[in-house]
């Protein structure tokens, strides 16, 4: 669902607490000045001593910067010390903060995918209909397709939702080792120079944790990553829930995204579909 199917008009003042709630991704909507987190404002106004802990703040919202005017001046007290605590404080707010969340998402036009943790690739992928979206493909492709259990399948589609004749040629061939996910390393992943060099496509940043996690010296290689900061936010969830990584000859082809997570999480383990051919 997008922001404005949640949102209520009219209840931006609301005290109440009713309203489905959706993980917010809080580094990113601070990041784009959908909430400001500052010191704390009272009828005093701004409390900046150094006698106010760093848990305490005010959330305000882009939607407070249009209508009120005392929080014209937030972006002067902005308190980068109280994020974190912010992070895991905001599903608590009141209905009307809520709504002024989801309002200055939309005014800014963040994207789903970007202002919600929620928004990942499985959910997407979980709805993918297999037959529909593999009817107007080459019979090879759909024959093969119909090979694999549905999680897979979607995988591909998403993956590969126009295949080409290479397409074809380099994955039909491709059998399963289990029918069902298995758990592997990730340690004996990150031993694979390939998948190596995919981490090294990762923001060097996160490159830079995974080695002095793992004790590796990945290089940074070239970036293709539209959204950088969603390997961070990916790694915010649990890996107990996350679908399984494609791995193909024993490199994470298809996932990568879910493979580093568990990288930066130090995971011990992680589920793969076992592709070999």
């Known amino acids: 669902m997008r922001a404005r199917d949640f949102l209520t008009e009219g209840t931006y003042d609301s005290e109440t607490f009713n309203i489905k709630r959706r993980p917010l991704n809080v580094p990113l909507l601070i990041q784009k000045g959908a909430i400001f987190v500052t010191h704390p404002h009272s009828k005093q106004g701004w409390e900046t001593g150094a006698n106010i802990p760093d848990w305490q703040f005010s959330l305000i919202t882009l939607h407070n910067l249009y209508h009120e005017p005392w929080c014209a001046d937030a972006k002067k007290y902005l308190k980068p010390e109280a994020y974190n605590q912010a992070s895991k404080q905001i599903h608590s707010v009141t209905d009307g903060k809520y709504n002024q969340i989801l309002w200055s998402i939309q005014k800014l036009g963040i994207p789903e995918e970007q202002a919600f943790l929620d928004a990942v690739k499985e959910n997407r992928m979980s709805t993918i209909n297999v037959d529909t979206a593999i009817q107007n493909t080459p019979p090879a492709w759909q024959q ?48 694979v120079p390939k998948n190596q060099y995919m981490i090294g496509l990762a923001p060097d940043d996160v490159i830079a944790d995974i080695n002095q996690k793992w004790g590796l010296q990945i290089a940074s290689g070239k970036k293709y990553e539209p959204t950088p900061g969603r390997h961070r936010d990916t790694a915010k969830l649990s890996g107990a829930t996350a679908a399984p990584s494609v791995m193909i000859n024993g490199v994470i082809t298809f996932g990568v995204g879910r493979f580093t997570a568990a990288c930066l999480r130090g995971d011990r383990t992680m589920r793969v579909w076992d592709l070999r051919g």
């Not at 979607?154 to 290479?166: A, C, G, Y």
């Not at 039909?172 to 990730?186: G, I």
């Open 144 to 191: 093969w397709i119909k090979t694999l259990p549905e999680q897979l399948a979607q995988e591909f589609i998403d993956e590969r939702p126009t295949p080409d004749n290479v397409d074809i040629q380099e994955y039909t061939r491709l059998k399963l080792a289990s029918p069902q996910p298995r758990v592997v390393n990730v340690a004996d992943l990150l031993k």
